[in-house]
């Protein structure tokens, strides 16, 4: 992802919950393509931080898709996305294959309709696991975006944690007070 000028990266297209592809229109503003590959769906304990973000006592069932965002078919973020089972079992979600339309816009269609989002940012240096999948150097930093998504009365329905490479990257929140 590395360009003369930085990625401006703006999250209203990922949590709107209209229909399509954020990723695929964000790569395509920058002059590329942008893909994604499912590396794998589950329902696994929640990790404490996600168990957190979504308001669940540790260790309560949630459903986690785990996806590679490519650039021209160059890894750029580890998106790992996590539902709480009692909402995402039995739907799209918990399935292994594409959500048409977003993961966003099916919560909509099930009733969870987007109401206001949290996002917390930070960097760090990237893990051994994280520079094989995103073919980084060893010394190499990520940046980290977990990011919350409410429906209607604060009811947190998607916690995901992307870690992106950093190069080049910058992330920009436009908020209305």
Wanted: net charge negative; charged share 20%.
């Amino acid at each position: 992802m590395t360009n003369a000028s930085p990625w401006t990266s703006v999250s209203m297209p990922y949590v709107s919950g209209q229909r399509g592809d954020a990723w695929g229109a964000e790569a395509a503003a920058h002059g590329g393509t942008g893909t994604q590959k499912l590396l794998g769906v589950e329902e696994v304990p929640a990790p404490a931080v996600v168990a957190h973000m979504l308001g669940l006592a540790a260790d309560d069932p949630v459903i986690v898709r785990r996806r590679l965002m490519l650039f021209d078919d160059h890894p750029v973020e580890i998106t790992d996305s996590y539902y709480p089972a009692a909402i995402a079992r039995s739907t799209r979600l918990a399935e292994a294959r594409k959500i048409p339309g977003g993961a966003v816009a099916l919560l909509a269609d099930i009733g969870h309709r987007p109401s206001h989002v949290r996002e917390d940012v930070s960097a760090r240096l990237a893990t051994p696991d994280e520079q094989a999948l995103l073919r980084l150097g060893v010394q190499s930093c990520v940046l980290l975006l977990a990011r919350t998504l409410f429906a209607e009365k604060d009811l947190p329905v998607e916690a995901s944690v992307m870690t992106m490479t950093a190069d080049g990257r910058r992330l920009r929140y436009e908020l209305t007070p």
